[in-house]
């Protein structure tokens, strides 16, 4: 099993840019693919950004596809996610996890692993 913590998230004003990363325990992290999911007050956990384990595809939501980049380093054992131009509507907060699958999977009942997740707020 492995531990994800994330961070890096904070306030920020629309159009500004945040980097959020995600750290795993143990020695596994590059068995896994990984996924990034953001939830809003009131509203459901949606699918951000995913990667497979070693990096060499990446989806996105229509939502943050051009805006936000999802990236690894399995030598450090840790997940981003570059996050630019952002609006109001990215305000939420942000999870990491690890894949059930093994393939690439959207949907977060598929993940498992969450970490305690970030806040990121953009102000208008």
């Known amino acids: 099993q492995v531990q994800l913590v994330e961070s890096g998230g904070g306030l920020v004003q629309a159009g500004g840019s945040l980097r959020l990363s995600c750290a795993a325990s143990?020695?596994?992290?590059?068995?896994?693919?990984m996924g990034w999911f953001r939830q809003a007050p009131g509203k459901e956990r949606e699918f951000v950004a995913a990667i497979t384990n070693v990096g060499i595809s990446k989806y996105y939501a229509n939502s943050v596809r051009g805006r936000f980049t999802i990236s690894r380093d399995n030598d450090r054992n840790t997940l981003y996610l570059q996050m630019n131009s952002l609006k109001p509507e990215d305000t939420a907060v942000y999870y990491c996890a690890t894949s059930a699958r093994g393939v690439i999977v959207t949907t977060s009942g598929e993940y498992e692993n969450w970490g305690q997740g970030t806040q990121v707020t953009v102000s208008s």
């Open positions: 143990g020695r596994t992290f590059s068995s896994y693919h």
